[in-house]
T-cell receptor, first 116, second 112 residues
Framework: SQKIEQNSEALNIQEGKTATLTCNYTNYSPAYLQWYRQDPGRGPVFLLLIRENEKEKRKERLKVTFDTTLKQSLFHITASQPADSATYLCALPGMNYGGSQGNLIFGKGTKLSVKP | EPEVTQTPSHQVTQMGQEVILRCVPISNHLYFYWYRQILGQKVEFLVSFYNNEISEKSEIFDDQFSVERPDGSNFTLKIRSTKLEDSAMYFC??????????FGDGTRLSIL
């Protein structure tokens, strides 16, 4: 079955620096990959989606890359702020999905802490 | 911005009892989902629902679980006979064609 790994459980950085989070997957060739943010006691909030034919996607201070050869996505937050502190989840469509609205498989997440 | 709303925010139930978790998806969405997150673990898919029927379900979604869309606005998850290991956050999500899923803030289910 497909496996998703976010290989840092926690990442601590200084305000203003760039945070880089990693998502690796195996046994799978997904058509797209998503990143979500989750705050304590809250549901995941969608941030970005990148498709298999896209190398890079940007939204304000966020940048996502998708390397289908390495089976890896990198998620960058530039000029990080304490308000960016949260858990960031990588998500892939489930292997059995029949279209764009299938279930999501989530990684365990990386808890980012941005210190002032 | 429209939101997915879930009630109650916290449900405490005795083991073996039935529990119903309620969700109001975003009004023009057609695809509905339930996920759960055991404390400290990853978000896990349970079931998806479209056109008044289950479209996919995971191994977790066994005969003790059922879903229903009783009217045009609510989407419910029922657990028939709760077990201690059902204790988790349960998230409802909804979406429309070609869009990412929107999640509610969950119901924390505690089984005693």
């Amino acid at each position: 079955s497909q496996k998703i790994e976010q290989n840092s459980e926690a990442l601590n950085i200084q305000e203003g620096k760039t945070a880089t989070l990693t998502c690796n997957y195996t046994n799978y060739s997904p058509a797209y990959l998503q990143w979500y943010r989750q705050d304590p006691g809250r549901g995941p909030v969608f941030l970005l989606l990148i498709r298999e034919n896209e190398k890079e996607k940007r939204k304000e201070r966020l940048k996502v890359t998708f390397d289908t050869t390495l089976k890896q996505s990198l998620f960058h937050i530039t000029a990080s702020q304490p308000a960016d502190s949260a858990t960031y989840l990588c998500a892939l469509p489930g292997m059995n999905y029949g279209g764009s609205q299938g279930n999501l498989i989530f990684g365990k997440g990386t808890k980012l802490s941005v210190k002032p | 911005e429209p939101e997915v709303t879930q009630t109650p925010s916290h449900q405490v139930t005795q083991m073996g009892q039935e529990v119903i978790l309620r969700c109001v998806p975003i009004s023009n969405h057609l695809y509905f989902y339930w996920y759960r997150q055991i404390l400290g673990q990853k978000v896990e898919f349970l079931v998806s629902f479209y056109n008044n029927e289950i479209s996919e379900k995971s191994e977790i979604f066994d005969d003790q679980f059922s879903v229903e869309r009783p009217d045009g606005s609510n989407f419910t998850l029922k657990i028939r006979s709760t077990k201690l290991e059902d204790s988790a956050m349960y998230f409802c999500a909804s979406t429309e064609t070609g869009k990412p899923q929107h999640f509610g803030d969950g119901t924390r289910l505690s089984i005693l």
